[in-house]
């Protein structure tokens, strides 16, 4: 066997048989303008070497992008609830870039316990929203902005399990937004409701509110599943396609659009 390649400079001894500008490239890597790549790089995406194997998800060598958006757009950060880079410094409790955690509700689940099934009973049908809005009326929270969506009475231990939902205020109050950790210290403190005593707090999230012209967690569209709300969220946010046993979007090799889910190859 002799030297090979189209220029015959491929020597025989060249155990990657990979060709570049100089002759045989023992990485087996060539970048776009066909020099070899060095023992340990990577391709970016703009086929050049990059030597310290580092690219960021945008395929920038030792770029700083943690994401790409619905619309393609490499950013620094996290992406909010409608798949958009957000360039403020927080995204609230609701997914709304810069936001306050007023614009969404709060669901929870809560077991309440009362000096007997009696005092119970009357509490859970009579005031039991007006009680519990004293405690977070420092948050704009009012007892039309609470919603009992289920109770279940429990006579021999005097125990009641309460779901309910929190609507966002109109007018938020001197704290502002109504957050999940307020929601749960003011149930957990001398300001629970009166004649009853909070024995637990849990499932506390948020949940988008349809209509109100804001894309908010849960309600934007991912894939074939139609979201809450398309009418907040009307870009779709597509599952980006990888090879079998590789956790890098395009099998690390590609830069992909969630808006259409379509991989994009690096050179």
Not at 128 to 146: A, M, N, W, Y
Not at 217 to 232: I, K, L, N, T
Request: aromatic residues 4%; charged residues 15%; negative net charge.
């Amino acid at each position: 066997r002799g030297f090979e390649g189209e220029w015959c400079h491929i020597a025989p001894d060249c155990a990657s048989g990979v060709p570049s500008k100089s002759g045989c490239c023992p990485s087996a890597l060539v970048a776009a303008d066909g020099t070899c790549a060095p023992s340990g790089a990577v391709i970016d995406r703009y086929g050049e070497a990059c030597a310290s194997g580092t690219l960021d998800v945008c395929g920038v060598c030792n770029g700083q992008a943690d994401a790409v958006d619905v619309f393609g757009q490499c950013c620094e950060g996290e992406l909010d609830a409608a798949g958009v880079c957000c360039n403020a410094d927080n995204i609230d409790e609701c997914g709304v870039c810069g936001g306050a955690s007023n614009t969404c509700a709060l669901t929870g689940q809560i077991s309440v316990a009362a000096a007997s099934y009696t005092e119970l009973d009357v509490l859970m049908q009579a005031d039991f929203k007006l009680s519990l809005s004293e405690g977070l009326d420092r948050f704009g929270v009012t007892p039309d902005l609470l919603s009992v969506t289920s109770v279940t009475l429990t006579p021999g231990e005097d125990t009641a399990e309460v779901e309910l939902v929190v609507s966002p205020p109109t007018q938020p109050g001197i704290a502002g937004g109504l957050t999940i950790k307020g929601f749960e210290d003011a149930l957990d403190s001398d300001e629970s409701p009166a004649s009853a005593v909070v024995l637990s707090i849990r499932g506390v999230e948020r949940a988008g509110v349809c209509g109100n012209g804001v894309c908010e967690v849960g309600e934007q569209r991912v894939g074939d599943v139609p979201g809450a709300c398309p009418s907040d969220c009307p870009i779709s946010f597509n599952a980006c396609p990888t090879t079998d046993g590789s956790i890098a979007t395009c099998s690390g090799h590609g830069l992909c659009t969630p808006m259409n889910g379509v991989c994009d190859c690096f050179p």
